[in-house]
């Protein structure tokens, strides 16, 4: 079965840091693309990053340019996220789409992990 699980997430300050991760069970993500989202109470679910299968294209959304990266490595994704605001505040979900280039539909990723809250206090 096609599982994603989050980690990371918790309580920082405004301007703190925090990692969070995505590992996959029963697949391997080398095979796909994977999104970052967030979505806080009341708002709508925002994509905010992406990186390709190979790792080789990433794509930010213009609220975390500057401030957020992700990368790959030993068959997992993360996102670092530097210079955190109360607005970071979120639950993080990372998911896959069934294909290994990016997109920023949400409707499109059909594998999600649970999320991982993400707190900014000011």
């Not at 609220?63 to 670092?80: D, H, M």
């Amino acid at each position: 079965q096609m599982q994603l699980v989050e980690s990371g997430g918790g309580l920082v300050e405004s301007g703190g840091s925090l990692t969070l991760s995505c590992a996959a069970s029963g697949f391997s993500l080398d095979y796909y693309a994977v999104g970052w989202f967030r979505q806080a109470p009341g708002k709508e679910r925002e994509g905010i990053s992406c990186i390709t299968a190979s790792g080789s294209s990433m794509g930010y959304a213009d609220s975390v340019k500057g401030r957020f990266t992700v990368s790959r490595e030993n068959a997992k994704v993360y996102l670092q996220m530097d210079s955190l605001k109360p607005e970071d505040t979120a639950v993080y979900y990372c998911a896959t789409p069934p294909f290994a280039w990016c997109d920023y539909d949400y409707r499109d990723f059909h594998t999600w992990g649970q999320g991982t809250q993400v707190t900014v206090s000011s």
